[in-house]
């Protein structure tokens, strides 16, 4: 029996093991050298998952001299007009606290979250960069997946505190969110859209931002926040947000 595209793609996400093995091997991961004028950066988890999923990032950029900041999630199950409002306030007291603009990366949902936050803040974000993120179509995701956000709708439907429903689909509550995430992103801000033709959660033709920049990398979906290449790109982008502060 030859497995379907999905079971393939699935197996895939077992690689976040090795990728994090290559990561943790490459020396310039532990002691990178530590940047001038390295811009705040605020980091979004992705669907179900906690900021703690992102400290290997965090402690890396914080590394290179970033003044790295979570979102404050323990799960990220919420309403999404909810959990952005929340992540704003987080958002403007870390452009307030740097006197700088702030660099967002989201993973997954979190890329989503981080989109709408940029379109609604164009003053104090400075760059997006969206690792494996739906964001043409937040539900083109494999089958196991999009069950389980039912499973969380439905707990959201039947009143559950800190969790989204069915009406943030198309109801009134996530009106504005639905707008802005799929607004045009301001012209003067770099956005970066990262996504894997063998992620094994989301659809990658759904990660294609138009208007963000389109780069490929072979990962899998949880693996992109400790892949060595996307650690690489996200380098030159920091150094480029860098130079265009001090220049």
Known sequence: M??????????????????????????????????RNSPPVLLVPGFMASDQSLSVLKGWLQRRGSRAAAAGMWINVDCGERTASAIEVRL????????????????????????VLAVRNPDIVGGLVMLGSPVLDPLQVRPAVLRTVRSVARLGD?????????????????????????????????????????????????????????IEV??????????????????????????????
Do not use: N
């Open 2 to 35: 030859i497995p379907s595209e999905a079971t393939l793609s699935l197996r895939g996400e077992l690689r976040y093991g090795l990728e994090f093995a290559r990561l943790a091997a490459d020396p310039v991961f532990f002691a990178p050298k530590r940047k």
């Open 92 to 115: 403007e007291r870390l452009a307030a606290r740097t006197g700088r603009e702030v660099v967002l990366i989201g993973q997954s949902r979190g890329g989503q979250l981080a989109r």
């Open 158 to 214: 039947l009143g559950m505190p800190g969790m989204f429903s069915s009406q943030c689909r198309d109801g009134a509550c996530c009106a504005d969110y639905r707008q802005h995430l799929a607004a045009p992103l301001p012209s003067t801000m770099r956005a970066l859209s990262v996504y894997s033709r063998t992620d094994g959660i989301v659809a990658w033709q759904s990660c294609l931002d138009p208007y963000a920049e389109q």
């Open 218 to 247: 072979d990962s899998s979906h949880s693996g992109m926040s400790v892949h060595r290449e996307v650690y690489r790109l996200l380098a030159r982008f920091l150094d480029e947000e860098a130079e265009r502060w001090s220049g």
